[in-house]
């Protein structure tokens, strides 16, 4: 099979040849069909000091399933986040990590969905964002970002903000619903809001927190860092909530289940409409990392093996 890998921090990343793996007690293999690339996966080749396998949200047909599982069988149509190889043309998950695709829906809609959405919907419940408080979010033209502010106007939202790096994405984000649409350089990002969805981290933390009302809460679930001061927080009773998907896959199995069922449902109801922004083919995944690098999508961007 293909996969695809780098050697060192910043790549190149290059195709190789490689055995189709073998699932082990409680995974499945998955025969891929889409990918989704994401800002974390992309970070990871760039910063990291030693290279990882490229993994994320993949989607496609279980081709084998390893001892012990029992939620699925070759043949059927799943998608999750795989830790190992993802981007190849076979890989492992975890029976934990998977989902069945419903019918009627694709792969891609499976990768353009369900992480992203998840994340976007469990941002959301952790900001305890209640109908009609205001709520902005940013990188709102993201695979995650776009989702979210679907989301927060179909939860009930008073006021949609989008906040993003250039404003030739505002169009983009008005049609998903937001009522504003504001750019991270702007001097001021209009009237104060309740929520704060922050998937940038860094520098933006402070125009981000500064964008909160009194009693406003900010959820963090980016891994671009950054420091808040605690008195930043103290003046106007703010406060700051680290949100990762990861631990509620792991922790709260029957929460994460039940959000991606409703994600499935929103879609099927039109409630939710995910947005790709380009399919690449494998061998062109440097161009997909490169997209992403430069913030230049409206939506997901999606690997085809």
Not at 147 to 164: C, P, Y
Request: aromatic content about 6%; hydrophobic content about 45%.
């Amino acid at each position: 099979m293909r996969r695809v890998r780098y050697e060192s921090t910043g790549g190149p990343l290059f195709l190789e040849e490689a055995p189709v793996p073998e699932p082990g007690p409680g995974e499945v293999l998955v025969r891929v069909e889409a990918v989704g690339v994401t800002l974390p996966v992309v970070r990871k080749v760039t910063e990291s000091a030693e290279p990882i396998p490229l993994g994320g949200e993949i989607a496609g047909e279980v081709a084998a399933v390893g001892a012990g599982v029992t939620r699925f069988r070759s043949g059927e149509r799943v998608t999750g986040l795989c830790f190992g190889h993802g981007y190849a043309d076979f890989a492992v998950l975890h029976e934990s990590m998977a989902s069945p695709i419903p019918p009627g829906a694709t792969a891609v809609d499976a990768v353009a969905l369900v992480r992203g959405g998840l994340v976007a919907f469990g941002a959301l419940e952790a900001a305890r964002s209640a109908p009609g408080e205001a709520v902005l979010v940013t990188a709102a033209a993201s695979g995650a970002g776009h989702l979210a502010v679907q989301l927060a106007r179909a939860r009930g939202a008073g006021r949609v903000v989008g906040a993003v790096s250039d404003a030739g994405k505002a169009d983009f984000v008005r049609s998903l619903g937001a009522d504003d649409c504001v750019r991270y350089g702007d001097a001021d990002w209009g009237d104060p809001v309740d929520c704060v969805l922050d998937a940038v981290g860094g520098e933006l933390l402070t125009p981000a927190l500064a964008a909160l009302a009194p009693h406003g809460r900010l959820v963090a679930y980016s891994s671009g860092g950054g420091t808040i001061q605690a008195y930043d927080l103290l003046v106007d009773a703010k406060s700051v909530i680290g949100f990762q998907m990861a631990l509620i896959a792991r922790g709260r199995p029957e929460l994460y289940e039940e959000w991606r069922r409703e994600l499935w449902r929103m879609l099927a109801d039109g409630t939710l409409r995910p947005a790709v922004h380009e399919e690449f083919a494998l061998e062109d995944a440097a161009k997909a990392h490169a997209t992403i690098e430069t913030r230049t999508n409206l939506g997901k961007v999606v690997l085809r093996p």
